[in-house]
T-cell receptor
Framework: GESVGLHLPTLSVQEGDNSIINCAYS??????FIWYKQESGKGPQFIID?????DKRQGQRVTVLLNKTVKHLSLQIAATQPGDSAVYFC????????????FGIGTKLQVIP | KAGVTQTPRYLIKTRGQQVTLSCSPI?????VSWYQQTPGQGLQFLFE???????NKGNFPGRFSGRQFSNSRSEMNVSTLELGDSALYLC?????????????FGEGSRLTVL
């Protein structure tokens, strides 16, 4: 039979522009959130994380924003580069420390040179 | 420092067979997690081991099992394979016992069930 795959949201961004990838999480008990990047043929790679007692955290060229009121997470990438093209996953951990991480469906970021 | 190593990288099995996948975590990492990635369901948590103990398990049937050895290496086994088990199986290791650190993923074992 025909298989139905997840329709990945796609974000196309011009090189040099800023990218904003959004994510809605479901479990209000989640206290730890992570963004991962997955390039074709590779496993996911950690980008940045944030705990529920924070609402913003910055890394190198990336910023994560957390809005617990509406259960929303976003990843901002400054000065997007071609190497940023990948699928980005937000993930939440509500297992109280047992590394049971729930991943979102992902967003495909396409950088236009 | 070597990353997470998964073997085999690719394998083809037929329905009804069983398969064992292996994962060697980063040296010093004691937590190993397994995930299944498919186009239809995305990344789904299978189970997590720490110090040879399974601490958490996802919503998969009993055909999916795993174990961890004293050197932190882990294996997962799928018995009585079904077509729907075709997927990329990812292993991740973590230094921390608690969710205070990132997961380091291997490149996965791609299983095709015919």
């Amino acid at each position: 039979g025909e298989s139905v795959g997840l329709h990945l949201p796609t974000l196309s961004v011009q090189e040099g522009d800023n990218s904003i990838i959004n994510c809605a999480y479901s479990n209000s008990a989640s206290d730890y959130f992570i963004w991962y990047k997955q390039e074709s043929g590779k496993g996911p790679q950690f980008i940045i994380d944030i705990r529920s007692n924070m609402d913003k955290r910055q890394g190198q060229r990336v910023t994560v924003l957390l809005n617990k009121t509406v259960k929303h997470l976003s990843l901002q990438i400054a000065a997007t580069q071609p190497g940023d093209s990948a699928v980005y996953f937000c993930a939440e951990d509500s297992s109280g420390g047992y590394q049971k991480v729930t991943f979102g469906i992902g967003t495909k970021l396409q950088v236009i040179p | 420092k070597a990353g997470v190593t998964q073997t085999p990288r690719y394998l083809i099995k037929t329905r009804g067979q069983q398969v064992t996948l292996s994962c060697s975590p980063i040296s010093g990492h004691r937590s190993v997690s397994w995930y299944q990635q498919t186009p239809g369901q995305g990344l789904q948590f299978l189970f997590e081991y720490f110090s040879e103990t399974q601490r958490n398990k996802g919503n998969f049937p009993g055909r999916f099992s795993g174990r961890q050895f004293s050197n932190s290496r882990s294996e997962m086994n799928v018995s009585t394979l079904e077509l729907g088990d075709s997927a990329l199986y990812l292993c991740a290791s973590s230094l921390s016992a608690l969710n205070t650190g990132e997961l380091f993923f291997g490149e996965g074992s791609r299983l095709t069930v015919l």
